[in-house]
C-alpha cells in the first residue's frame, strides 16, 4: 500500500425487509419469486394467518409487511388495524382480489399504506414496495396524499354496517356473500378464493341461516339496503 493512501471497504446497506401474510403457499411464492428477482427487498417471513402473523411480526420486525385481505382467522383490515396499532413504523401494502373503492377505503382507514390488486401484482408489486418504503401511499400508482386523505375521511364501513345480522357474519361469511350478491357463481367464488365449491356452499347455508335469507334475490336485496353493492350492476 503506498503511504498516504488508505483504502475503505464499503459496506453495502442493508435491504428493506419484508414479511409476506397470505394463506395461499403457491401465491406466497409467486410475491417471493416477485421480489427476488428485483433484487432490492429481501423476503424474511411468510405467514399463512393473522395469529402467526403477529408473532413474526413481533419476532422478525420487517420494515414492510404484504397483507392479503382475506385470511382464515380474521380479515386483513383487521389485521392491518392492529399491527398499526402494535407496530407503527412497519409500512402495510394490502394486496387483494378486490378492486372496489369500499374495500380500498377500508384499508387505508385501517393504516395501510399501500393497496395492489392481485391481478396486477406482476407488474405493480414492486412499484408499490418502492413507494411506501420511501413513505408515499400508493394505489396501483403513486397517488397524492390529499387523494388518500379523502378516502380516510369517508363513513367508516362498520359505522355505515349496524346491522346486527351481518355483524354476526364471519370475515369471510361476509365476504363470500358479497360475491354471491354480485352475481358470481359458486365455482366463481371458490376460484376467487381458492376454496372448495363445497365451502362455499356451507358459507352459503350459513349466511342464509344467520340472516334468515331463502333466495339469492332477497340476498341481493340485502346487501344493497347495507351499501355493500352497486345496484348498477344489476340493471
Not at 30 to 56: K, N, P, Q
Not at 108 to 130: C, H, M, N, P, W
Not at 159 to 173: C, F, K, Q, V
Not at 182 to 189: N, P, T
Request: some cysteine.
Amino acid at each position: 500500500m503506498k503511504a498516504g493512501l488508505f483504502y475503505y471497504r464499503v459496506m453495502a446497506a442493508p435491504k428493506p425487509s419484508i414479511l409476506i401474510v397470505d394463506d395461499h403457499p403457491l401465491f406466497r411464492e409467486g410475491l417471493r419469486a416477485i421480489i427476488t428477482r428485483d433484487g432490492r427487498f429481501e423476503v424474511t417471513g411468510e405467514a399463512g394467518s393473522a395469529r402467526e402473523a403477529l408473532r413474526l411480526v413481533r419476532r422478525l420486525k420487517p420494515e414492510l409487511i404484504i397483507v392479503d385481505i382475506s385470511l382464515p382467522d380474521r380479515s386483513g383490515i383487521e389485521l392491518t388495524s392492529e399491527l398499526r396499532r402494535k407496530f407503527p413504523e412497519s409500512r402495510i401494502l394490502i394486496v387483494s382480489m378486490h378492486s372496489k373503492i369500499d374495500y380500498i377505503a377500508e384499508a387505508f382507514q385501517a393504516g395501510a399504506t399501500g393497496y395492489v390488486v392481485k391481478e396486477s401484482a406482476a407488474e405493480r408489486l414492486i412499484d408499490g414496495l418502492e413507494a411506501i418504503a420511501g413513505g408515499e401511499y400508493f394505489l396501483d400508482s403513486c397517488v397524492s396524499h390529499e387523494v388518500v386523505k379523502r378516502l380516510m375521511q369517508m363513513p367508516a364501513k362498520d359505522a355505515r354496517i349496524a346491522d346486527p345480522g351481518y355483524g354476526s357474519l364471519t370475515p369471510r361469511e361476509q365476504e363470500v356473500m358479497r360475491l354471491l350478491a354480485e352475481g358470481l357463481s359458486v365455482k366463481k367464488i371458490a376460484e376467487k378464493l381458492f376454496i372448495s365449491p363445497k365451502t362455499v356452499e356451507n358459507h352459503r347455508a350459513n349466511i342464509m341461516n344467520k340472516l334468515d335469507i331463502h333466495s339469492t334475490v332477497e340476498l341481493i336485496r340485502y346487501a344493497a339496503r347495507l351499501g355493500l353493492i352497486d345496484l348498477d350492476l344489476w340493471r
